[in-house]
T-cell receptor, first 114, second 113 residues
């Protein structure tokens, strides 16, 4: 089954404790992206990757890191999480031939930082 | 910086009505415009994607149009059903970088029997 998976689905952590949210897709998509969704602010793009070893900042990259060492994986790293990073996070992927095509989303990761 | 606005923020209609959801964007240099559906507590499901060279796309009871010159897209839902109740989001790809996606805040649709 074609899908985007995220782990964990739910995470409660404390301020400053490094964490990684994994994202994996099995569709051989070049493009992958991370978003956060907050009430009243909607979905905002954190980072995206057009292909392996190619990443770029979205609208809200501060406090996050990403890497794209393999085509199928695009982990999101929070080196020192803070309470304002409490949010619902989505990973997405798509084919691209110059620009993103239809985006496929993962189920989301709900992160709480206390 | 691209800004995407969706109107109305919420809509409640009786079953069977035809309805239109609106999406406007400030930068017309987009590569595509995509409509999504999001059910409570769930991820996003792609409904329709319109490339910048296209004017509309259709899938079943859904029809999406794109007018780049005026910075507008509409999602038309025919013969609405209670199962259509969800949040509908539009997103534009492009602007300063074709990898950047900008989302609207969504329209919360409720279709009551």
């Amino acid at each position: 089954e074609a899908q985007v998976t995220q782990n964990p689905r739910y995470l409660i952590t404390v301020t400053g404790k490094k964490l990684t949210v994994t994202c994996s897709q099995n569709m051989n998509h070049e493009y992958m992206s991370w978003y956060r969704q907050d009430p009243g602010l909607g979905l905002r793009q954190i980072y995206y990757s057009m292909n392996v070893e190619v990443t770029d900042k979205g609208d809200v990259p501060e406090g996050y890191k990403v890497s794209r060492k393999e085509k199928r994986n695009f982990p999101l790293i929070l080196e020192s999480p803070s309470p304002n990073q409490t949010s619902l996070y989505f990973c997405a992927s798509s084919l691209t031939s110059g620009h993103p095509y239809e985006q496929y989303f993962g189920p989301g990761t709900r992160l709480t930082v206390t | 910086k691209q800004e995407v606005t969706q109107i109305p923020a919420a809509l409640s209609v009786p079953e069977g009505e035809n309805l239109v959801l609106n999406c406007s964007f400030t930068d017309s240099a987009i590569y595509n415009l995509q409509w999504f559906r999001q059910d409570p507590g769930k991820g996003l499901t792609s409904l329709l994607l319109i490339q910048s060279s296209q004017r509309e796309q259709t899938s079943g009871r859904l029809n999406a149009s794109l007018d780049k010159s005026s910075g507008r897209s509409t999602l038309y839902i025919a013969a609405s059903q209670p199962g259509d109740s969800a949040t509908y989001l539009c997103a534009s790809a492009g602007g300063t970088s074709y990898g950047k996606l900008t989302f609207g805040q969504g329209t919360i649709l409720t279709v009551h029997p």
